[in-house]
Each structure stands twice: as structure tokens, then as C-alpha cells.
């Protein structure tokens, strides 16, 4: 079984929407993270919690919010899709060690398109 | 704040050459640490290698080695002995002491050709 599960893997939705997108993982790590890929810009982190109750905005947070329901879970939604929301979205663990973040174990990724 | 450039959209390689990726970033911190990422047409994520910032020697794995140059800010992957399956888009990254911040390039995508 993987490690990092995302659901839906796909998901066509209409501007206006509340959509959300599930992560689940196996890996005991603490640390969880939200990104979109858009072709040519790469990876931007959206959120990130480092516990259930550190939560954190990343570089672009407008338009998202998150829920981390326990360690192994944590979701983001959009409150009210909009086209250019349209994107591949990652989620990630890591574990850190003594000196410092280990690397990100990612999801499968969720394509979503907004109409 | 941070940046990751990456200045090649697209490279190519024959099938048993070496081809290098650049990479060049930039910040404040003297901790930190910079990881290649590789993601095939399957869309996964998959890490290639990890260098810490604090470490002089260069990070290898197998065929994958980098060119890690700190006073430069640069942090190169090349690819020994390239194979079809390595074609793919690949991503340099950069994360801090603390995790707060992660920053991933815009990617490279490498062809190889038989």
C-alpha cells in the first residue's frame, strides 16, 4: 500500500464549488504539506502543519484553507473554486532528524480542473 | 526571501552520456538543505539526492552525483550513464534549518534518446 494516498486523483468541478482534497499517510512522520504545480512554475507550497495544532500558510494560502484531522490526515479545500485554481495538487510528509528536515515523501498527486 | 532558478527548461542526451542540470539559489541562511527531485510522465515525485549545506563533500547516488558549490549558490545534478528511463522533469529544491520554508525550482525536462 502507498504511503502518501490522495483523494480524489482526479476531479472536475464548476466555478463557485467547494471542493476538497484528501491526504492520508502511513508514514508516522509529523510533518504534512500542501503544493500546486502549475506547467512552468513548478512547485508552490500552499499550507503546512507541523502538528495538529501548528498550522501555516505558505506562499500562496489566498483562496485555500486546510484541516489536519489527526497526524495521518490532512485537507485542503477550496471554498469556492475559481478556473485558475486549476492545477495538480501534491501533498507530502517529512520526518525531521537531529539536525534538520529529512526529504518529502509526496502523494500521488490530484488533478483538478475548474470550469 | 529564497529563490531557486533553474535556467534550462529542456535538455537532451543520448542514451549512455552524461548530461548536467543546473541549478542556482539563493539566500541568507548558512543551514539548509537542497534536494533533485524527479517526476516522470506517471506525475509521482520521486527524490534522486539530498545534500546538506553543512556537508563540503558532493552527495552521490549511483549514477546521480552534484556539484555542490555554497559560496556560488549552486547545486548541480548530473547524470552518469543516462537511461531511457530517466527521461523526465526535474526539480531542485530548497528547504531551511527549521522547514518553513521549501522552495522548488521550475523544473528541467530531460529527453534521452536511443
Known amino acids: 500500500d502507498a504511503d502518501v494516498t490522495q483523494t480524489p486523483r482526479n476531479r472536475i468541478t464548476k466555478t463557485g464549488k467547494r471542493i476538497m482534497l484528501e491526504c492520508s499517510q502511513t508514514k508516522g512522520h509529523d510533518r504534512m504539506y500542501w503544493y500546486r504545480q502549475d506547467p512552468g512554475l513548478g512547485l508552490r507550497l500552499i499550507y503546512y502543519s507541523f502538528d495538529v495544532k501548528d498550522i501555516n500558510k505558505g506562499e500562496i494560502s489566498d483562496g485555500y484553507s486546510v484541516s489536519r484531522q489527526a497526524q495521518a490526515k490532512f485537507s485542503l479545500s477550496l471554498e469556492s473554486a475559481i478556473p485558475n485554481q486549476t492545477a495538480l495538487y501534491f501533498c507530502?510528509?517529512?520526518?525531521?532528524?537531529?539536525?534538520?528536515?529529512?526529504?518529502?515523501?509526496f502523494g500521488p498527486g490530484t488533478r483538478l480542473t475548474v470550469l | 526571501a529564497q529563490t531557486v532558478t533553474q535556467s534550462q527548461p529542456e535538455m537532451s542526451v543520448q542514451e549512455a552520456e552524461t548530461v548536467t542540470l543546473s541549478c542556482t539559489y539563493d539566500?541568507?541562511?548558512?543551514?539548509?538543505?537542497l534536494f533533485w527531485y524527479k517526476q516522470p510522465p506517471s506525475r509521482q515525485m520521486i527524490l534522486v539526492i539530498r545534500?546538506?549545506?553543512?556537508?563540503?563533500q558532493n552527495a552521490t547516488e549511483n549514477r546521480f552525483s552534484v556539484n555542490f558549490q555554497k559560496a556560488a549558490k549552486s547545486f548541480s545534478l548530473k547524470i552518469s550513464d543516462s537511461q531511457l528511463g530517466d527521461a523526465a522533469m526535474y526539480f531542485c529544491a530548497y528547504h531551511n534549518q527549521a522547514g518553513t520554508a521549501l522552495i522548488f525550482g521550475k523544473g528541467t525536462t530531460l529527453s534521452v534518446s536511443s
Open positions: 539566500t541568507s541562511e548558512s543551514d539548509y538543505y
Open positions: 545534500q546538506e549545506a553543512y556537508k563540503q
Open positions: 507530502a510528509t517529512s520526518d525531521v532528524t537531529g539536525v534538520g528536515p529529512r526529504e518529502q515523501f
